[in-house]
């Protein structure tokens, strides 16, 4: 039978050789008592909890990194082509400008950059330096001629998810699918 007020020694409990005792302290409370190996594994598993908290937090702040680095870089072409936008609104031009049409930019001996309908083509031999075309998008932004027909088709693609708004499935997660063809 246990001691008055405890339990005996491996009484019972087994597991993983940890032995209860109750100890009466000053206020008559339990105590356990235990293997010292077994301290050793808690503190080793606590370590090692540790060791991948800290390894986990790590991980998730390097993807924040990366997305940060790209939102930068997102920021920086952004501002370049506001910049360039704004630019190529104040290239003299001696019509009125209408969004959905191709300008073609040119550049005078005198430096003075002016917009002209005319594609190098169509002047034969140009009497200017050729810069480029741009197309004036609805938006008021400009769109460099190689980029046109990717930018077009980014529109067509949005406009179809416009108008079919109202239709989309409730999803979590992006679908475009139908919407590319």
Not at 4 to 32: I, K, S, T, Y
Not at 58 to 69: F, H, K, M, P, S
Request: charged fraction near 25%; proline fraction near 4%.
């Amino acid at each position: 039978m246990a001691a008055a007020g405890g339990a005996e020694p491996g009484g019972g409990g087994g597991g993983a050789g940890l032995a209860l005792a109750l100890v009466e302290g000053g206020a008559g409370r339990a105590a356990r008592v235990g293997d010292p190996g077994d301290l050793v594994a808690l503190a080793r598993q606590v370590q090692q909890a540790g060791d991948f908290v800290r390894a986990n937090a790590c991980n998730r702040l390097t993807v924040i990194a990366e997305q940060i680095r790209y939102l930068q870089e997102q920021a920086r072409k952004v501002l370049e082509e506001a910049n360039r936008d704004a630019d190529l609104h104040h290239v003299a031009c001696n019509f009125v400008k209408k969004p959905g049409n191709v300008y073609y930019l040119y550049r005078r001996d005198s430096g003075q950059r002016y917009f002209s309908l005319l594609s190098p083509k169509e002047w034969g031999t140009s009497p200017h330096e050729f810069l480029g075309a741009y197309k004036l998008q609805h938006d008021m932004s400009w769109t460099p001629f190689e980029d046109i027909e990717r930018r077009d088709s980014e529109i067509n693609i949005l406009d179809k998810l416009l108008s079919r708004q109202a239709v989309l499935p409730l999803c979590t997660e992006p679908n475009f699918q139908g919407l590319t063809k």
